[in-house]
């Protein structure tokens, strides 16, 4: 079984189990072909993380494969970006090692069975063939593009011609071809000290940062142990530090289990319930910036999965909840009955999720993104790259952080998770987007609520309560839930039916009976398909 962000991506994968490849050979053709056809998504040079649930050792694996920063040197941060206009990435991304091939190189020598060249193949040839741009494509490079625009090398690559690739178009990147073509040849070090590192370190000294071939090589991707917990009798893993995913799922659905939050009613239709997730997840976004990277900082996941925190945190909630209808506070404070103006939810990189499982039990759930990519707004050998933010702070909006001094992995929001029974996987799933918020949501819906996982993944998502006690969230909910909502003093951020931003969940499970299902997220333009 195959979940992707795009039908050429599963393909791609689906074809590779077929000629007896292994889970991670599917997972490097599936990152190949997605970094050549969702350029708006994710890149040959980005981070990727996974899980990986060996059967014939019964073992869960955590890869970790991040840009990272380089110790010692300053940011350097090449894009302007003027206050009030939109970037891809948020004001100061700083140029980054990349970590998307290492984590290609470990993946295929630790457990590739086929040939690296047919790997490499499907995306080589959609690079040279072109792929035809769909709708969701070409919306997300338009709202992207701006950050392309300040190099010669990102108005070459998007806009050939002079504007982007439109919808229907066929699009052809004879340059990624070529790239490509040497990555067949030569294997992931052309990427790590081949040509393409060459080059890739060449531009950045022409631009003023002093990178070097020996860093690029400096820190290669490794196998860590992934962060684990219990819930309602399951065991769910998840990362580790420095990705904030496990202590925060971990947080959540503990908090939410000592509020009794089986008992008020689904999120979707109870306004108690959705209160009491929305500060639930607020309070999770807060604790979670203690996370940074293990070699600099001490590790406080242990505290974030505590019972007695969980309960502690739960009473603060339970106890501060208004005694007084609000309603007529909220109505007075905005020019809806019930709702604020819509958020600004466009800012910020993106990812795709991958999920795959092969006919001999083996299970990997991973994430590949353009964040923590290389030089920002630059492309070297047909392969753009954003950069990555390294804002330090607590409370970075988007949980991604950075350090120059002692380590220098960067802390991410990637959402891979494996849920077990008696030590085997019955769930996999992950998404990009929000994922701190919607990963332990879904987790509740199928946990705690008992909905099957597709059904899971549907229900309406909400963003943590911000601090002006305005709540994102979807609209597929019941009409009381706004009303019960503002009852409670908070206003609601409509986000439409469903918001892409909030993800799109790729997924594999075991039903009840035995078989093996898969799903793929409507929000986006993903595909799930199995033999």
């Given amino acids: 079984m195959v979940s992707t962000q795009h039908p050429l991506v599963t393909d791609a994968a689906l074809a590779v189990l077929r000629d007896g490849g292994h889970a991670v050979d599917a997972l490097i053709a599936a990152c190949m072909v997605q970094a050549t056809v969702s350029q708006e998504l994710t890149n040959h040079a980005g981070t990727v993380t996974a899980l990986l649930y060996d059967a014939r050792t019964g073992r869960v694996r955590q890869l970790n494969s991040p840009g990272w920063v380089i110790p010692g040197l300053a940011p350097f941060r090449p894009v302007p970006v003027e206050p009030g206009t939109y970037s891809a990435v948020a004001p100061g991304a700083n140029a980054v090692v990349p970590g998307f091939m290492p984590a290609m190189k470990l993946l295929h020598e630790s457990h590739g069975v086929l040939p690296w060249a047919r790997l490499v193949e499907p995306a080589l040839r959609l690079a040279d ?5 769909t709708s969701f494509e070409h919306y ?3 709202t992207t593009l701006a950050y392309f625009q300040h190099s010669p090398s990102g108005r070459e690559h998007f806009t050939p011609g002079g504007r982007l690739p439109q919808v229907g178009e066929r699009w052809r990147q004879p340059e990624l071809a070529r790239t490509l073509a040497g990555t067949a040849e030569h294997g992931p070090r052309y990427f790590i000290d081949g040509p393409w590192a060459r080059a890739f370190v060449e531009r950045g000294n022409a631009m003023g940062w002093p990178v070097t071939l020996a860093h690029l ?3 290669p991707a490794a196998w860590d142990e992934p962060r684990r917990f219990t819930h309602r009798g399951h065991e769910i893993v998840s990362l580790a530090a420095p990705q904030i995913q ?6 959540v659905l503990g908090v939410l289990d000592q509020l009794g939050i089986a008992g008020e009613g689904h999120y979707n239709a109870s306004p108690v319930a959705s209160y009491l997730l929305a500060h639930t997840l607020r309070r999770a976004r807060l604790d979670v910036g203690h996370l940074n990277d293990p070699e600099v900082f001490g590790d406080p996941s242990d505290v974030l999965a505590d019972p007695g925190y969980h309960e502690h945190v739960a009473r603060l909630i339970r106890s501060s909840m208004p005694r007084t209808d609000l309603s007529a506070h909220v109505r007075l404070t905005t020019r809806s009955p019930h709702v604020a103006p819509l958020p600004d939810l466009e800012r910020g990189t993106d990812s795709c999720e991958i999920s795959i499982v092969d006919a001999a039990g083996n299970w990997v759930q991973a994430m590949t993104t353009l964040s923590g990519s290389g030089i920002p707004g630059e492309v070297v050998g047909g392969v753009p790259m954003t950069g990555s933010l390294t804002d330090t702070s607590l409370n970075a909006r988007q949980n991604i952080s950075g350090w120059y001094a002692g380590g220098g992995h960067v802390r991410t929001v990637m959402g891979n998770t494996l849920v077990l029974r008696d030590g085997r996987p019955w769930l996999a799933l992950g998404t990009p987007g929000k994922v701190e918020a919607t990963v332990p949501q879904v987790l509740s819906n199928v946990l705690d609520f008992g909905m099957a996982p597709d059904d899971a993944e549907a229900a309406a998502l909400m963003m943590p309560l911000g601090d002006d006690y305005t709540l ?7 009409p009381e839930v706004p ?3 503002a009852a409670l003093g908070i206003r609601v951020r409509p986000l439409g039916l469903t918001n892409w931003h909030l993800g799109s969940f790729q997924m594999c499970w075991r039903d009840a009976g035995g078989s093996l299902r898969g799903g793929a997220g409507a ?3 993903g595909k799930a398909a199995g033999y």
């Avoid at 994102?472 to 019941?478: G, K, L, N, S």
């Fill in 472 to 478: 994102p969230m979807e609209m597929a909910v019941a």
């Fill in 140 to 142: 997300v490079m338009a």
């Fill in 246 to 251: 496990g202590a925060s799922a971990a947080m």
């Fill in 217 to 219: 090589a400096a820190k």
């Fill in 129 to 133: 063939e072109g792929h035809v741009v």
């Fill in 483 to 485: 009303a019960g909502l």
């Fill in 523 to 525: 929000r986006r333009e």
